[in-house]
């Protein structure tokens, strides 16, 4: 999955292009099946295929892991200042599906670079209501909330600062920065990573700003962000 380009610069003094929000990911992974298939130097099911991060200081491993704790993984902020909203997505009941239409779209996605010369972590949550591939003005895509959070160079557990994006709908206001969150990583092996994230960041409109307090949770094989069934989304 790619995340959303973005090309916005604001006040001169933060920037953030593509290629900090936009990552090519060099491999498919937790590709479901019901047979055994490599996994880094182990084999296992596809879907309990993914990263051991426990390491710090160190790249991710592909991995197995020991069960399947996709159920488990939540992102959940608060944001306050110019826009104040909270989210959950653990208040919306698990329900996997592959849709673009009425989703939620959450957890963590590590992207691990063919050159092996580093790793990215992003955090996502998004409410979609339509993705649209085709620039149609009668069709455009629609989202309510939607949060990125990127470490670009991420070397397991420890401490970094990260760029982010807020949308607040996908016709409201924009919120971006570069290196304008901090974000404390700790993996544990039997439970992948969790932490939690600071941000504050500027609106598109001078004078405008939000500040937001999140937390998040992926486990060892949910190192892509899980689509689930959007209960109550706009009709």
């Given at each position: ?17 593509g290629e900090d929000l936009d990552f ?166 039997m439970t992948g990573l969790t932490g ?12 405008v700003s939000i500040l937001i307090d ?22």
């Open positions: 999955m790619k995340l959303t380009a973005l090309a916005l610069c604001l006040f001169a003094t933060a920037c953030v292009t090519p990911q060099s491999k498919p992974i937790n590709t479901d099946g019901k047979t055994d298939a490599v996994c880094g130097s182990q084999s296992c099911l596809p879907a309990l295929c993914g990263y051991d991060c426990t390491t710090k200081g160190e790249q991710c491993t592909e991995a197995c892991a020991a069960s399947d704790g996709r159920a488990s993984t939540f992102v959940a902020a608060s944001v306050s200042g110019s826009v104040s909203s909270s989210f959950d997505s653990r208040s919306n009941p698990y329900m996997p599906v592959f849709s673009l239409d009425k989703v939620i779209v959450y957890g963590c996605a590590v992207w691990d670079y063919s050159d092996q010369s580093h790793d990215s972590l992003a955090i996502n949550y998004e409410e979609l209501i339509h993705a649209s591939f085709a620039v149609d003005p009668d069709d455009p895509t629609r989202t309510k909330r939607n949060l990125t959070v990127v470490i670009p160079t991420f070397t397991g557990p420890g401490s970094y600062k990260a760029n982010a994006r807020f949308l607040e709908s996908s016709e409201g206001m924009t919120f971006v920065g570069r290196e304008l969150c901090t974000i404390d990583v700790a993996a544990d092996a939690s994230f600071r941000c504050s960041l500027p609106g598109q409109v001078g004078g999140g937390k998040f949770g992926c486990s060892e094989n949910s190192m892509q962000p899980i689509f689930s069934a959007w209960a109550d989304a706009p009709r």
